[in-house]
């Protein structure tokens, strides 16, 4: 099945500096990608996502291009606020046909924005 | 936006009960919902896919007539822990697919801890 690996944390900036989590993948086909926020004490929630190779995905000032030759999906925003603080979790379909499936999940990485 | 609810948000209990956890699509019907454990700083973990009118679907290593699965309707998904124990403390969250969508929704957690 398909598998994600994901920048470890926790990262820790002071507001306004430039963040990047690394994302890595390994898939069949070319499945759609995403990033996902949990906030403390909160569900997930989807962030930004990108459904084919060199798509960019975007919102909140965050971005993600779909690299397929290096299998890449790094997650990056120019200036960090503190309400930026957060976990971030990289995903993917889990299985070859992407679509409606179960999603796997990158560990998450920590953010914490200092004033 | 679609919205998906647990309830309860938290709930404490002793060892040896049971505990019952819904998830609830509000505004749109789920005929698949997914069922996710998250350890602290971890990753979610996928527990089971719970299909509209049929069984549900268990990851390897997660026990069945442990964490019983019934989605009765397209609209509620409930997870019930049976006999818990200490060690079934966690965050469950649950994910509900809405046909043509980009990709899952997911509940606001429960956070489940067992004296």
């Known amino acids: 099945g398909n598998s994600v690996t994901q920048m470890e944390g926790p990262v820790t900036l002071s507001e306004e500096a430039f963040l990047t989590i690394n994302c890595t993948y390994t898939?069949?086909?070319?499945?759609?990608l995403f990033w996902y926020v949990q906030y403390p004490g909160e569900g997930l929630q989807l962030l930004l996502k990108?459904?084919?190779?060199?798509d960019k995905g975007s919102n909140k000032g965050f971005e993600a291009t779909y690299r397929k030759e290096t299998t890449s999906f790094h997650l990056e925003k120019g200036s960090v606020q503190v309400s930026d603080s957060a976990v971030y979790f990289c995903?993917?379909?889990?299985?070859?046909?992407?679509?409606?499936?179960?999603?796997?999940f990158g560990k998450g990485t920590k953010l914490t924005v200092n004033p | 936006g679609a919205v998906v609810s647990q309830h309860p948000s938290r709930v404490i209990c002793k060892s040896g009960t049971s505990v019952k956890i819904e998830c609830r699509s509000l505004?749109?019907?789920?005929?698949?919902m997914f069922w996710y454990r998250q350890f602290p700083k971890q990753s979610l973990m996928l527990m089971a896919t719970?299909?509209?009118?049929?069984?549900?679907?268990?990851e390897q290593g997660v026990e069945k007539d442990k964490f019983l699965i019934n989605h009765a309707s397209l609209t509620l998904s409930t997870l019930t822990v049976t006999s818990a124990h200490p060690e079934d403390s966690s965050f469950y969250i649950c994910?509900?697919?809405?046909?043509?969508?980009?990709?899952?929704?997911f509940g606001p957690g429960t956070r489940l801890l067992v004296l």
């Open positions: 995903a993917l379909p889990g299985g070859a046909q992407g679509g409606s499936e179960k999603l796997v």
């Open positions: 994910s509900a697919d809405r046909r043509g969508a980009e990709t899952q929704y």
């Open positions: 898939a069949t086909g070319y499945p759609s």
């Open positions: 990108a459904t084919k190779a060199d």
């Open positions: 505004d749109f019907q789920a005929t698949t």
């Open positions: 719970s299909n509209e009118g049929s069984k549900a679907t268990y």
